[in-house]
């Protein structure tokens, strides 16, 4: 074990902020995060949180990417999606084969793994492993990536129908990158498209994500580290909202206190509707962030004593995910039309802010529609259809 604690890391992402911060229109203008950022994440061991001990990592707690990743996108969000997306990555890895592991952490002190769990394309069984072949969208800091984890269909022969899903670990030089990336915001996130052309990947670098039967009937559920693969796939990113929503909650509240509105002549005493949007905004932002952390200590409670989250649980986790994201965009847009006409400029904290929670808000984890549906039909005993329960 390093003995890295979740309080001395966040220290760590919170000194980095102020760094990241100046790097915040170069990232937009690269379209993907700056080398030197990623170089400063290496080197703060924020892309360890997750790493195994018996590799040197710190193998923190869940929340612990939530937090880091809140911290780091406070004052860009770019940086701190691919911040989230990797180190969430790296304990994907976990739910490999031994194999895979050694792979990754064997051969890196920091890997960065990019990823897409969406289907992208098909793996045709062979013997001892799979044949793969596919394009996947939406690959977050690929740019960077010394492995990605692609999620694909299983055929147990080449024509034959689907008969499952699961990921795989690819190497850097196994895929190429197709630069499609533009985009009306979380421009620096580099989300490009990854392909890869009949590779074969052995079968201790793939992990199941489907739910399967097993004798007796009763569902497997994915995990990963004792806990629930796709929960923490959905709240391990809820730090990134939540990081741009109190970001832009600082930029008003400091505009506010400085501004004189001509169009009254009023001061920040005087506009109590633009106090009331700071309130009420602020007040969302607090309570998703809390229903977030929760769920993240119950999971890892039930982890550590070897209990499964139950399916009302996870029906809360996929609500909890959803609604994050939704209410923090929508505290966001609360903000904007008090915030004055010079918030509309680019270099404006507030309209980047705008743009980043609503196109995180087209994300699959932020569908507040499936999510609440997902929950109630868990509570119901209801089959539920959704990928990110």
Known sequence: MS?????????RARELAPSIATRVEKTASLRRVPEESFEEF??????????PAAFGGHGLPLAS??????EVS?????????????????????????????????????PVVCGVFMPGGQAVREPGGFRLSGAWNFASACDHSDYAILAALLLPKAGASPKGLASFLVRRADFSIEDNWFVAGLEGTGSKRVLVDDLFVPENWVMPLVEEKVPGGQPMVPTTRGLPTRSVATLGLAGVPLGIAKGALQAFQERLAGQLRAS??????????????LAESAAE????????????????????????????????????A?????????????????????????????QRAMRDTQ????????????????????????PVEDPAF
Not at 42 to 51: H, P
Not at 338 to 346: Q, R, V
Request: a negative charge; one cysteine or more; aromatic letters at 8%.
């Open 74 to 110: 406070a004052v860009c969000g770019s940086s701190g999606w691919c911040l989230g997306i990797c180190t969430l990555h790296n304990l994907m890895v976990n739910g490999f084969p031994e194999a895979a592991q050694e792979e990754v952490f064997g051969t890196f002190s920091d």
């Open 322 to 350: 959803a609604f994050a994201f939704h209410t923090c965009a929508r505290a966001v847009a609360r903000l904007l039309p008090a915030a004055g006409a010079h918030a509309i400029f680019h270099e404006g904290s507030l």
């Open 359 to 382: 196109v995180l808000a087209t994300h699959m984890v932020a569908d507040w529609d499936m999510g609440r549906e997902s929950y109630a039909r868990a509570l119901l005993d209801l």
């Open 264 to 277: 009254n002549f009023r001061g920040a005493s005087g506009r109590v509707a633009a106090q009331l949007r």
């Open 65 to 70: 990417v939530i937090e880091t990743s809140r």
């Open 42 to 51: 290496r080197a703060s061991g924020l892309l360890r949180t997750f790493v």
């Open 285 to 320: 932002v607090d309570a998703a962030e809390l229903m977030v952390l929760r769920d993240c200590e119950e999971m890892e409670h039930k982890a550590a004593a070897g209990q499964e989250a139950s399916l009302e649980e996870r029906g809360r986790y996929r609500r909890d």
């Open 3 to 11: 003995g890295v604690t979740h309080e001395a890391l966040l220290a």
